[in-house]
């Protein structure tokens, strides 16, 4: 299959799809707490209408589909969007991004209909503290989803823990000790709020987070390297799981950038700290031809830009991280 690339020679191969701009949840570095506009729900793409882009996208090189939200799981009848797109030729890979809050009730009928891997952003093990930074009391939800999904076999599990000075950067051994439990647990730098700007006072860099968790044992980098995404992985001695860190602000990793965003509401985002954008919707409530989401998919690679600007001060003002998908 002939693959696309961007200006920079980058190849574009991967698609995340936010399927609503809903959330169960209330993250404090992701929604503010009275939550955020939401897009009315003729806005919103349907299941058929995501499966067309990614029908073309995937005649164009996209093989990873990564679904994601707001939280996707609120989102009735998602194993049907799973079932239709891992039925896609060219599509290999079906993921999922979640808050594992409906994980439990989910993760069977997902796996059933295609799916194969589910990343669960989970930020603290402490029950108060989940509420504190989440708005509400699901931790033990989310541990039992993990469990769950375990069971029916989306493997590796990713736990995905934002890392936050002052909130929850005291738990970083006890995460990474998850590791010698099987886990793969990743560290992921604070963004901007997109949206918001606001101060990043809580943001702690991943150098700091390695050499913090370097008490443990010597980090041994995983070789071969694990996944071309943007996280790095190592094993502390004698885990069977991994410790990941992903470093969207420190050491940004725009240059092997192989992705493209596909919002609830229809616009394609080349890069989730930029505000560029191209709106799929009109042309997808019409009478579109393949070959003008085509055209409309390489407008949106050729406006890629070659990297995000956040350290500049520059973050995006468009949209918040929920009507992105992350
Ligand atoms: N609701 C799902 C979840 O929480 O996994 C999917 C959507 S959420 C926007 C996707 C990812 O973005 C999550 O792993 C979340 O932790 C991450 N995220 C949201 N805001 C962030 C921020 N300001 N900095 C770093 N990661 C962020
Ligand atoms: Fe919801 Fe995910 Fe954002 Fe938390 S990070 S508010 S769970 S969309």
Not at 213 to 224: D, K, M, N
Not at 268 to 282: F, G, I, Q, S, T
Not at 295 to 300: F, G, H, Q, S
Request: include cysteine; proline fraction near 5%; hydrophobic fraction near 40%.
């Amino acid at each position: 299959m002939s693959g696309i690339s961007d200006s920079f020679q980058r190849p574009i191969s991967y698609l995340r799809v936010s399927v609503t701009d809903r959330c169960n949840l209330r993250c404090v570095y992701c929604m503010p707490a009275g939550g955020v506009p939401l897009a009315p729900r003729s806005e919103i793409l349907s299941y058929e209408e995501i499966a067309t882009v990614v029908r073309v996208a995937a005649g164009m090189g996209v093989s990873k589909v990564r679904i994601s939200g707001g939280e996707p799981l609120v989102r009735e009848g998602l194993a049907g969007l799973v079932r239709m797109i891992s039925q896609i030729a060219g599509v290999d890979d079906v993921a999922l991004t979640t808050n594992g809050v409906l994980l439990k009730e989910q993760a069977s009928e997902l796996a059933k209909a295609g799916l194969r891997r589910v990343n669960v952003s989970l930020d603290t093990l402490k029950r108060e503290r989940f509420k504190e930074i989440t708005g509400y009391d699901r931790l033990s939800d989310v541990l039992e989803g993990i469990e769950e999904a375990q069971k029916a076999d989306l493997r590796p599990i990713k736990v995905n823990m934002v890392v936050m000075r002052g909130v929850n950067d005291d738990e970083l051994v006890d995460f990474a000790l998850l590791s010698r439990e099987g886990w793969n647990v990743r560290f992921i730098e604070l963004m901007p709020l997109v949206n918001g700007g606001g101060e990043h006072r809580e943001f702690v860099p991943a150098s700091e987070i390695r050499a913090r968790i370097s008490s443990l044992g010597e980090l041994l980098a995983c070789a071969p390297p694990l996944g071309n995404g943007p996280a790095s992985y190592y094993q502390l001695p004698g885990a069977s799981g991994t410790v990941g860190f992903i470093a969207p602000v420190s050491e940004h990793f725009c240059f092997k950038c192989n992705r493209l965003r596909l919002s609830a509401d229809g616009k394609l985002l080349p890069c989730l700290l930029a505000d560029e954008e191209v709106d799929l919707r009109p042309v997808l409530r019409g009478d579109a031809s393949a070959g003008e989401i085509r055209n409309l998919i390489l407008e949106a690679v050729a406006s890629k830009p070659q990297g995000h600007r956040v350290m500049q001060g520059v973050v995006p003002r468009k949209r918040w991280m929920t009507q992105v998908g992350g």
